[in-house]
């Protein structure tokens, strides 16, 4: 089979991509987890990482609020600056109501697997305003 590019690239107007998914902390869409006093410690709300040279560049720091967005929408959320996310790489957990990072999504399927193509698309970042 021959390798093909997700249906949505980073552009000038999205220039990162955005991957969402799960955190070791939190089940699908929390609605059992976040009812945990315990997992609410390690785990309160949602997040954006972002790698910290791209923080740099579009001048957020870590726990600023965001505004990640996609061209099916934006979401409202903190920033988690660091180096465990690559240059260039958004990523977001999909647990939490208030931070609905699936909602940023594309929904192009595989022609093989039928299966939404969920987990990458072209995004951008900025300081909420």
Request: one cysteine or more; proline letters at 7%.
């Given at each position: 089979?021959?390798?093909?590019?997700?249906?949505?690239?980073?552009?000038?107007?999205?220039?990162?991509?955005?991957?969402?998914?799960?955190?070791?902390?939190?089940?699908?869409?929390?609605?059992?987890?976040?009812?945990?006093?315990?997992?609410?410690q390690?785990?309160?709300?949602?997040?954006?990482?972002?790698?910290?040279?791209?923080?740099?560049?579009?001048?957020?720091?870590?726990?600023?609020?965001?505004?990640?967005?996609?061209?099916?929408?934006?979401?409202?959320?903190?920033?988690?600056?660091?180096?465990?996310?690559?240059?260039?790489?958004?990523?977001?957990?999909?647990?939490f109501?208030?931070?609905?990072?699936?909602?940023?999504?594309?929904?192009?399927?595989?022609?093989?697997?039928?299966?939404?193509e969920?987990?990458?698309?072209?995004?951008?970042?900025?300081?909420?305003?």
């Amino acid at each position: 089979m021959k390798f093909r590019e997700p249906a949505e690239l980073p552009d000038k107007k999205f220039p990162l991509i955005l991957s969402t998914g799960r955190q070791l902390y939190q089940y699908h869409t929390g609605t059992l987890s976040r009812k945990s006093p315990t997992i609410h410690q390690k785990s309160p709300t949602g997040y954006v990482e972002i790698h910290f040279k791209d923080a740099e560049k579009y001048g957020i720091k870590d726990g600023d609020t965001v505004e990640v967005s996609t061209t099916r929408g934006k979401v409202t959320t903190k920033a988690s600056v660091g180096t465990h996310i690559a240059k260039g790489w958004l990523f977001m957990p999909f647990h939490f109501a208030e931070g609905p990072a699936n909602m940023l999504t594309n929904d192009a399927l595989d022609p093989i697997a039928k299966i939404p193509e969920l987990k990458v698309c072209a995004a951008q970042i900025k300081i909420a305003q």
